[in-house]
């Protein structure tokens, strides 16, 4: 979902045509590119393989807007056991998957927007049907994601998250 009428941004004063209500990553924050190469590498739109010894799903975070029925999103990642991420590929195009118990993991994605950083914080991977990526759900902290998550963002902590993404220069100004 996107604003029809779009913001004017407080960065810029420029009038945005839309207000985005979902962010991606592309990688876990340790991947290099220089991986690219590497026959114990893998990257997709949705799994990730570092060294044959680092596992990671991609998912989405979730996230309320209060006062309306719309959901804001985080595309990110989180490190799986080699058992689980396994067991989820196994289980990747399978009719059914939503019914797999949450796999612990941690979330790899630096959102920097986020103090202290997001690096690290205990996750659990909800698989949803083919089709769909995972529902990322934090472990319910004090941590700033965590607590946007647990009770909603308004509509005008969207538009701060669009400026400071489409500015980020100007957190250093």
Sequence with gaps: MTNDAGFTCSCCGAQHPELPMAYSTAAPYVWDESFSDRSDCLLSSDQCVIQAQHYFLKGMIEIPVIGSDAVFSW???????????????????????????????WLSTDLSLYSPSTINLKA?????????????????TEHPLAVEQRIGITLHRVREIAETVLHPAADNA
């Design 75 to 105: 595309g990110v990642w989180v490190s799986l056991s080699c058992e689980n991420f396994i067991r989820a590929a196994d289980r990747w195009d399978a009719a059914g998957r939503e019914t797999e118990e949450p796999y612990f993991g």
């Design 124 to 140: 659990h991977v909800h698989t949803r049907p083919v089709g769909r990526r995972p529902l990322i759900e934090l472990e319910p």
